[in-house]
């Protein structure tokens, strides 16, 4: 031979996730991302296939699962898609999913068994095994809807934060589960099934005399252990038709078998992987950070996808064997269409991807490659995400003038912007010119491909305002005070009242004292500054805060969402400045950071030095 090539994937398990459930995707789509998965040398794709808002898959034993469990009216995230769909269309749900059935407009969608079955052969010729994922005892309100038997209530509702499960105290229960679990398994092959266990309200089972009968008579003691009766019967039950079982690391609390598989993703639970490694289980890794892709995508997001480590610390090399690859999820509560879709997974999946195959640190090559793929990925017809403008502040101040010159990320892209505060379009005024500022004023900028497709609009507020005076307070010391307020707080200005406690602290980061699943904090004090100049802030949040300085908001990045990367300007002369910084956890990031720039420098840390109280 001319030359011989010496290749091997770092991890055995390559994998991407879609939820087609909270809206629902065509067996089209499905095969076109089953070809891009098979070109980046994925082999295994997860399908959620089940959920509150959706069955997906027929089951000819229960056809009311499809016929009623399949549609739905338009719930509250259908209304917020409708209402995001007036500034872009990638929003707009898909009218081939929207029916008209008895004087009322239903949305959904489901496959047939003869669907899937093409649909799992197409993988499989191209050497990947679909993980069907049937989301239970949990995440079930759409068949105990269609099903009401099902719980021990008798029907579900939505709780504190989720629904009503189905009842595991019940034969009928086990009955319906294994006949479901059947039929799947005559459609998927693979030999791994995904159970779900995550999320599971376990209250209709405490307040229900049978449920309580059957713990006694079951030596159970705890709702949590009924919850893993179900998932060790449900194993057994797989195992007696030569398949395994994998479920979400919820599976992990109150006792599963060693051969059982986890799916790792609560990121705030960062032992359970290594819990799991330990007592010999294999794990999938897939921490919502940096691994949902249904987290909004920000100028980092690339980056950390590609930079992210599979094997946790803390393992030794044999337990690090029980790691066998990892995932990305994409959940579809806020991606009603296959444009969105794919706008959320490229080009991250790219990164992941590489990180899989190799698991080396070639990043800057890696950059120089994904700029030449895109040109591939608008050839296979994929609405991908435009690379980042870079340089580009939210809240940008400037005292005399500014100037916007943004660079294009890539040569063949067309910048154009807006001064009125309507959407740039194909039709507006292209930048390719410096633009000077001198007054107050609010630009909308886009990247449009050649055939006008439209990248991020990137809201520009430019404000002209005076360097802030520094303040002189008396008997300051270092640090912070972070005042500590159990949540949970949808908005940072939702905190209110006294603080549970004050803490001091030397960084900028999450305190460890900070351990309820909600909660918010208040950093107040003064930032030491070195120079009069411009100050860049740049807030990265899971979820959200909003930073003042000099009683001046400087980022605005509030609400409940994935770790996102805001920035703002404020013009300060040197000395003490008052800072400002509120900060709400919803259950999951727990991810804070501030970083700084000042007159162009080089973006870094906000310095421990400069905290004052």
């Known amino acids: ?67 009623e469990g399949a549609w739905r009216t338009f ?29 009322k407009t239903l949305y959904g969608g489901f496959y047939t068994q003869e669907q899937m079955k093409d649909v799992v052969a197409y993988a499989l010729a191209r050497h990947i095994d679909i993980i069907p994922e049937i989301d239970m005892p949990g995440h079930m309100m759409a068949a105990i809807t269609s099903y009401p038997f099902l719980s021990c209530t008798g029907g579900s509702k939505f ?54 009968a059957f713990m006694a008579k079951n030596n159970l003691k705890t709702s949590g252990e009924l919850q893993s009766y179900f998932i060790n019967r449900m194993e057994k039950f797989f195992n007696s038709k030569g398949r395994k079982i994998i479920g979400w690391d919820e599976i992990l609390e109150d006792g599963i078998s060693p051969t059982a598989m986890v799916t790792y993703w609560r990121s705030w639970v960062p032992n359970a992987p290594i819990k799991a490694a330990k007592n010999g289980n ?15 995508p920000d100028q ?6 590609y930079h992210f480590n599979p094997i946790p610390k803390g393992l030794t090399d044999k337990e690090a064997k029980n790691i066998i690859g990892a995932q990305a999820n994409t959940w579809s509560e806020r991606i ?91 039709s507006s005024a292209v930048l390719d010119a410096p633009f000077t500022i001198q007054k107050s004023m609010f630009v909308r900028l886009a990247a449009f491909t050649p055939k006008n497709v439209s990248g991020n609009v990137y809201n520009l507020h430019y404000t002209q305002q ?19 307020y159990p949540g949970p707080f949808k908005s940072s200005k939702l905190m209110a009242g006294a603080p549970k406690q004050a803490i001091k602290v030397d960084e900028i980061v999450v305190p460890k004292e900070a351990s309820a699943p909600s909660f918010g904090l208040k950093y107040t004090g003064f930032l030491q500054i070195p120079a009069d100049g411009i100050y860049s802030f740049y807030l990265t949040c899971d979820d959200g805060g909003i930073l003042k300085i000099a009683n001046r908001e400087v980022v605005n990045n509030d609400g409940w969402h994935g770790p996102i990367e805001k920035s703002g ?43 004052k109280h």
């Not at 997860?46 to 034993?61: N, S, V």
């Not at 105290?169 to 294994?178: D, H, I, K, P, R």
């Not at 360097?467 to 912070?480: F, N, Q």
């Open 1 to 67: 031979p001319a030359v011989i090539i010496a290749d091997h994937p770092a991890f055995a398990w390559r994998g991407m996730h879609l939820d087609v459930s909270r809206h629902f995707f065509s067996v089209d789509y499905l095969k076109k991302f089953i070809d891009l998965l098979a070109l980046y040398k994925f082999n295994k794709f997860h399908l959620h296939l089940t959920d509150d808002q959706g069955w997906r898959i027929e089951i000819k034993k229960y056809p009311k699962l499809t016929e």
């Open 75 to 103: 719930n509250n995230q259908d209304s917020v898609m409708i209402a995001k769909s007036k500034d872009n269309p990638d929003f707009a749900l898909d009218p081939k999913h929207i029916i008209q059935r008895n004087g």
């Open 159 to 212: 709780g504190k934060l989720f629904t009503t499960p189905i009842c595991p105290s019940n034969e009928s229960t086990y009955e319906f589960a294994q006949n479901v679990f059947t039929e799947i398994m005559q459609i998927f092959p693979s030999e791994y099934i995904h159970i779900g266990g995550d999320e599971v309200d376990r209250t209709s089972w405490e307040q229900s005399e049978s449920a309580k």
């Open 282 to 296: 294999q794990v999938v890794m897939s921490p919502g950070n940096p691994l949902y892709f249904d987290n909004e």
């Open 300 to 305: 980092n997001s690339v980056s950390n996808v």
């Open 336 to 426: 009603p269409t296959e444009n969105r879709a794919d706008y959320m997974i490229f080009p991250r999946m790219t990164a992941l991807a590489e990180r899989l195959w190799t698991n080396k640190d070639n990043y800057d090559d890696y950059q120089q490659r994904l700029t030449m793929n895109f040109a591939r990925l608008s050839a296979l017809g994929v609405h991908y995400r435009l690379p980042d403008i870079a340089g580009l502040v939210e809240q940008s101040v400037f005292t005399d003038q500014t100037v916007l010159n943004p660079q294009k990320p890539l040569p063949d892209l067309t910048l154009r912007y807006t001064t009125d505060g309507s959407l740039p379009d194909s």
């Open 466 to 484: 005076d360097l802030a005076e520094a303040e002189k307070p008396a008997g300051i010391a270092g640090g912070l005070i972070c005042n500590y």
């Open 569 to 611: 300007q404020v013009a300060l002369k040197s000395g003490l400045q008052p800072i400002a910084l509120d900060f709400v956890e919803g259950g999951g990031g727990y991810t804070l950071k501030l970083k700084y720039s000042v007159n162009g420098s080089p973006i870094t840390e906000v310095p421990s030095a400069w905290l």
